[in-house]
């Protein structure tokens, strides 16, 4: 099994910047494809980025160029740089670990096996 944590969220005003992080324990973490969804009060949970073991990245068309995804295997850690944050950003974010290695990136919640608990990232207009 993989145990993730997420850190680094907070509230932050709209056009201001955050970086989350996701550090993982328990198995060889550059065998791990990571993600980061999140999910806004009432909404159901959306994918955010990924980055898989090879580091192709991928984003949601509403991040692009906005949110940064990278993983610094040393540490164990996946990053979220995320910059112009709108209000809309604010949601709870997680962090997911992909144990299988795919042809193509992962960006469906049912890939993802192993769960952090979340961080608040909070957006003031």
């Known amino acids: 099994q993989v145990q993730v944590v997420e850190s680094g969220g907070g509230l932050v005003q709209a056009g201001g910047s955050l970086r989350l992080s996701c550090a993982a324990s328990?198995?060889?973490?550059?065998?791990?494809?990571m993600g980061w969804f999140r999910q806004a009060p009432g909404k159901e949970r959306e994918f955010v980025a990924a980055?898989?073991?090879?580091?192709?990245?991928r984003y949601a068309d509403s991040v692009k160029g906005r949110f940064t995804i990278s993983r610094d295997n040393a540490k164990n850690t996946v990053y979220l740089q995320m910059n112009s944050l709108k209000p809309e950003d604010t949601a709870v974010y997680y962090c997911?670990?992909?144990?299988?290695?795919?042809?193509?990136?992962?960006?469906?919640?049912?890939?993802?096996?192993?769960w952090g608990q979340g961080t608040q990232v909070t957006v003031s207009s």
């Open positions: 980055i898989t073991q090879n580091e192709r990245t």
């Open positions: 997911a670990a992909d144990g299988n290695f795919r042809s193509k990136i992962p960006i469906g919640i049912p890939f993802y096996d192993y």
């Open positions: 328990g198995r060889t973490f550059s065998n791990y494809a």
